[in-house]
């Protein structure tokens, strides 16, 4: 079975540009959740998606914002972007609960210059 | 803020040595717990999850839950160089939101 896919692998835009992330789950998985990783604070929840809808948020602005569609791909988008948006960006998804097994996907390296 | 801690390290052992990780957690109200091995450059791997008091163990991995000290630890036996890597402890409390430690690097030396 294929494992989480995420495109692009790799990033880079300027500040106040918006970009757009990408992400396949495994099939028949239908939560698929997003986290931000940084040498400064780490692994931090983002949000969750389940049936094409938002099921729990992390603390994050408005401008990180999500969508998951009748397939269970989902994507990722963060408008205006800023320097400290600079991060790989992480995908995991499981059968039905953030509780459950979550797998990972490879992440996007995203650089703001 | 829900808050996740663990020693950043390195810890380093002997091969074939135990190595213990600890993570302790402040949302008494949390329900599950998952420890993430993290290899540099690569995403996280699920080791081991454990959901309530007590020991779980899978092969040379041990989870230990004591709830009412708010402690979660993962004992690897027989450590290996390939065991080197990051160990990241994640708790999810009574809202549904992961949080993550900041990790504990394990290095292994021959």
């Known amino acids: 079975k294929a494992g989480v896919t995420q495109t692009p692998r790799y990033l880079i835009k300027t500040r106040g540009q918006q970009v757009t992330l990408s992400c396949s789950p495994i099939s028949g998985h239908r939560s698929v959740s997003w986290y931000q990783q940084t040498p400064g604070q780490g692994l931090q929840f983002l949000f969750e998606?389940?049936?094409?809808?938002?099921?729990n948020k992390g603390n994050f602005p408005g401008r990180f914002s999500g969508r998951q569609f009748s397939n269970s791909r989902s994507e990722m988008n963060v408008s205006t972007l800023e320097l400290g948006d600079s991060a790989l960006y992480l995908c995991a998804s499981s059968l039905e609960q953030l509780q459950e097994t979550q797998y990972f996907g490879p992440g996007t390296r995203l650089l703001v210059l | 803020q829900k808050e996740v801690e663990q020693n950043s390290g390195p810890l380093s052992v002997p091969e074939g040595a135990i190595a213990s990780l600890n993570c302790t957690y402040s949302d008494r109200g949390s329900q599950s717990f998952f420890w993430y091995r993290q290899y540099s450059g690569k995403s996280p791997e699920l080791i081991m999850s454990?959901?309530?008091?007590g020991d779980k163990e899978d092969g040379r991995f041990t989870a230990q839950l004591n709830k009412a000290s708010q402690y979660v630890s993962l004992l690897i036996r027989d450590s290996q160089p390939s065991d080197s890597a990051t160990y990241l402890c994640?708790?999810?409390?009574?809202?549904?939101?992961?949080?993550f430690g900041r990790g504990t690097s394990l290095i292994v030396h021959p």
């Open positions: 454990i959901y309530s008091n």
């Open positions: 994640a708790v999810i409390g009574g809202s549904y939101i992961p949080t």
């Open positions: 998606y389940f049936s094409e809808t938002q099921r």
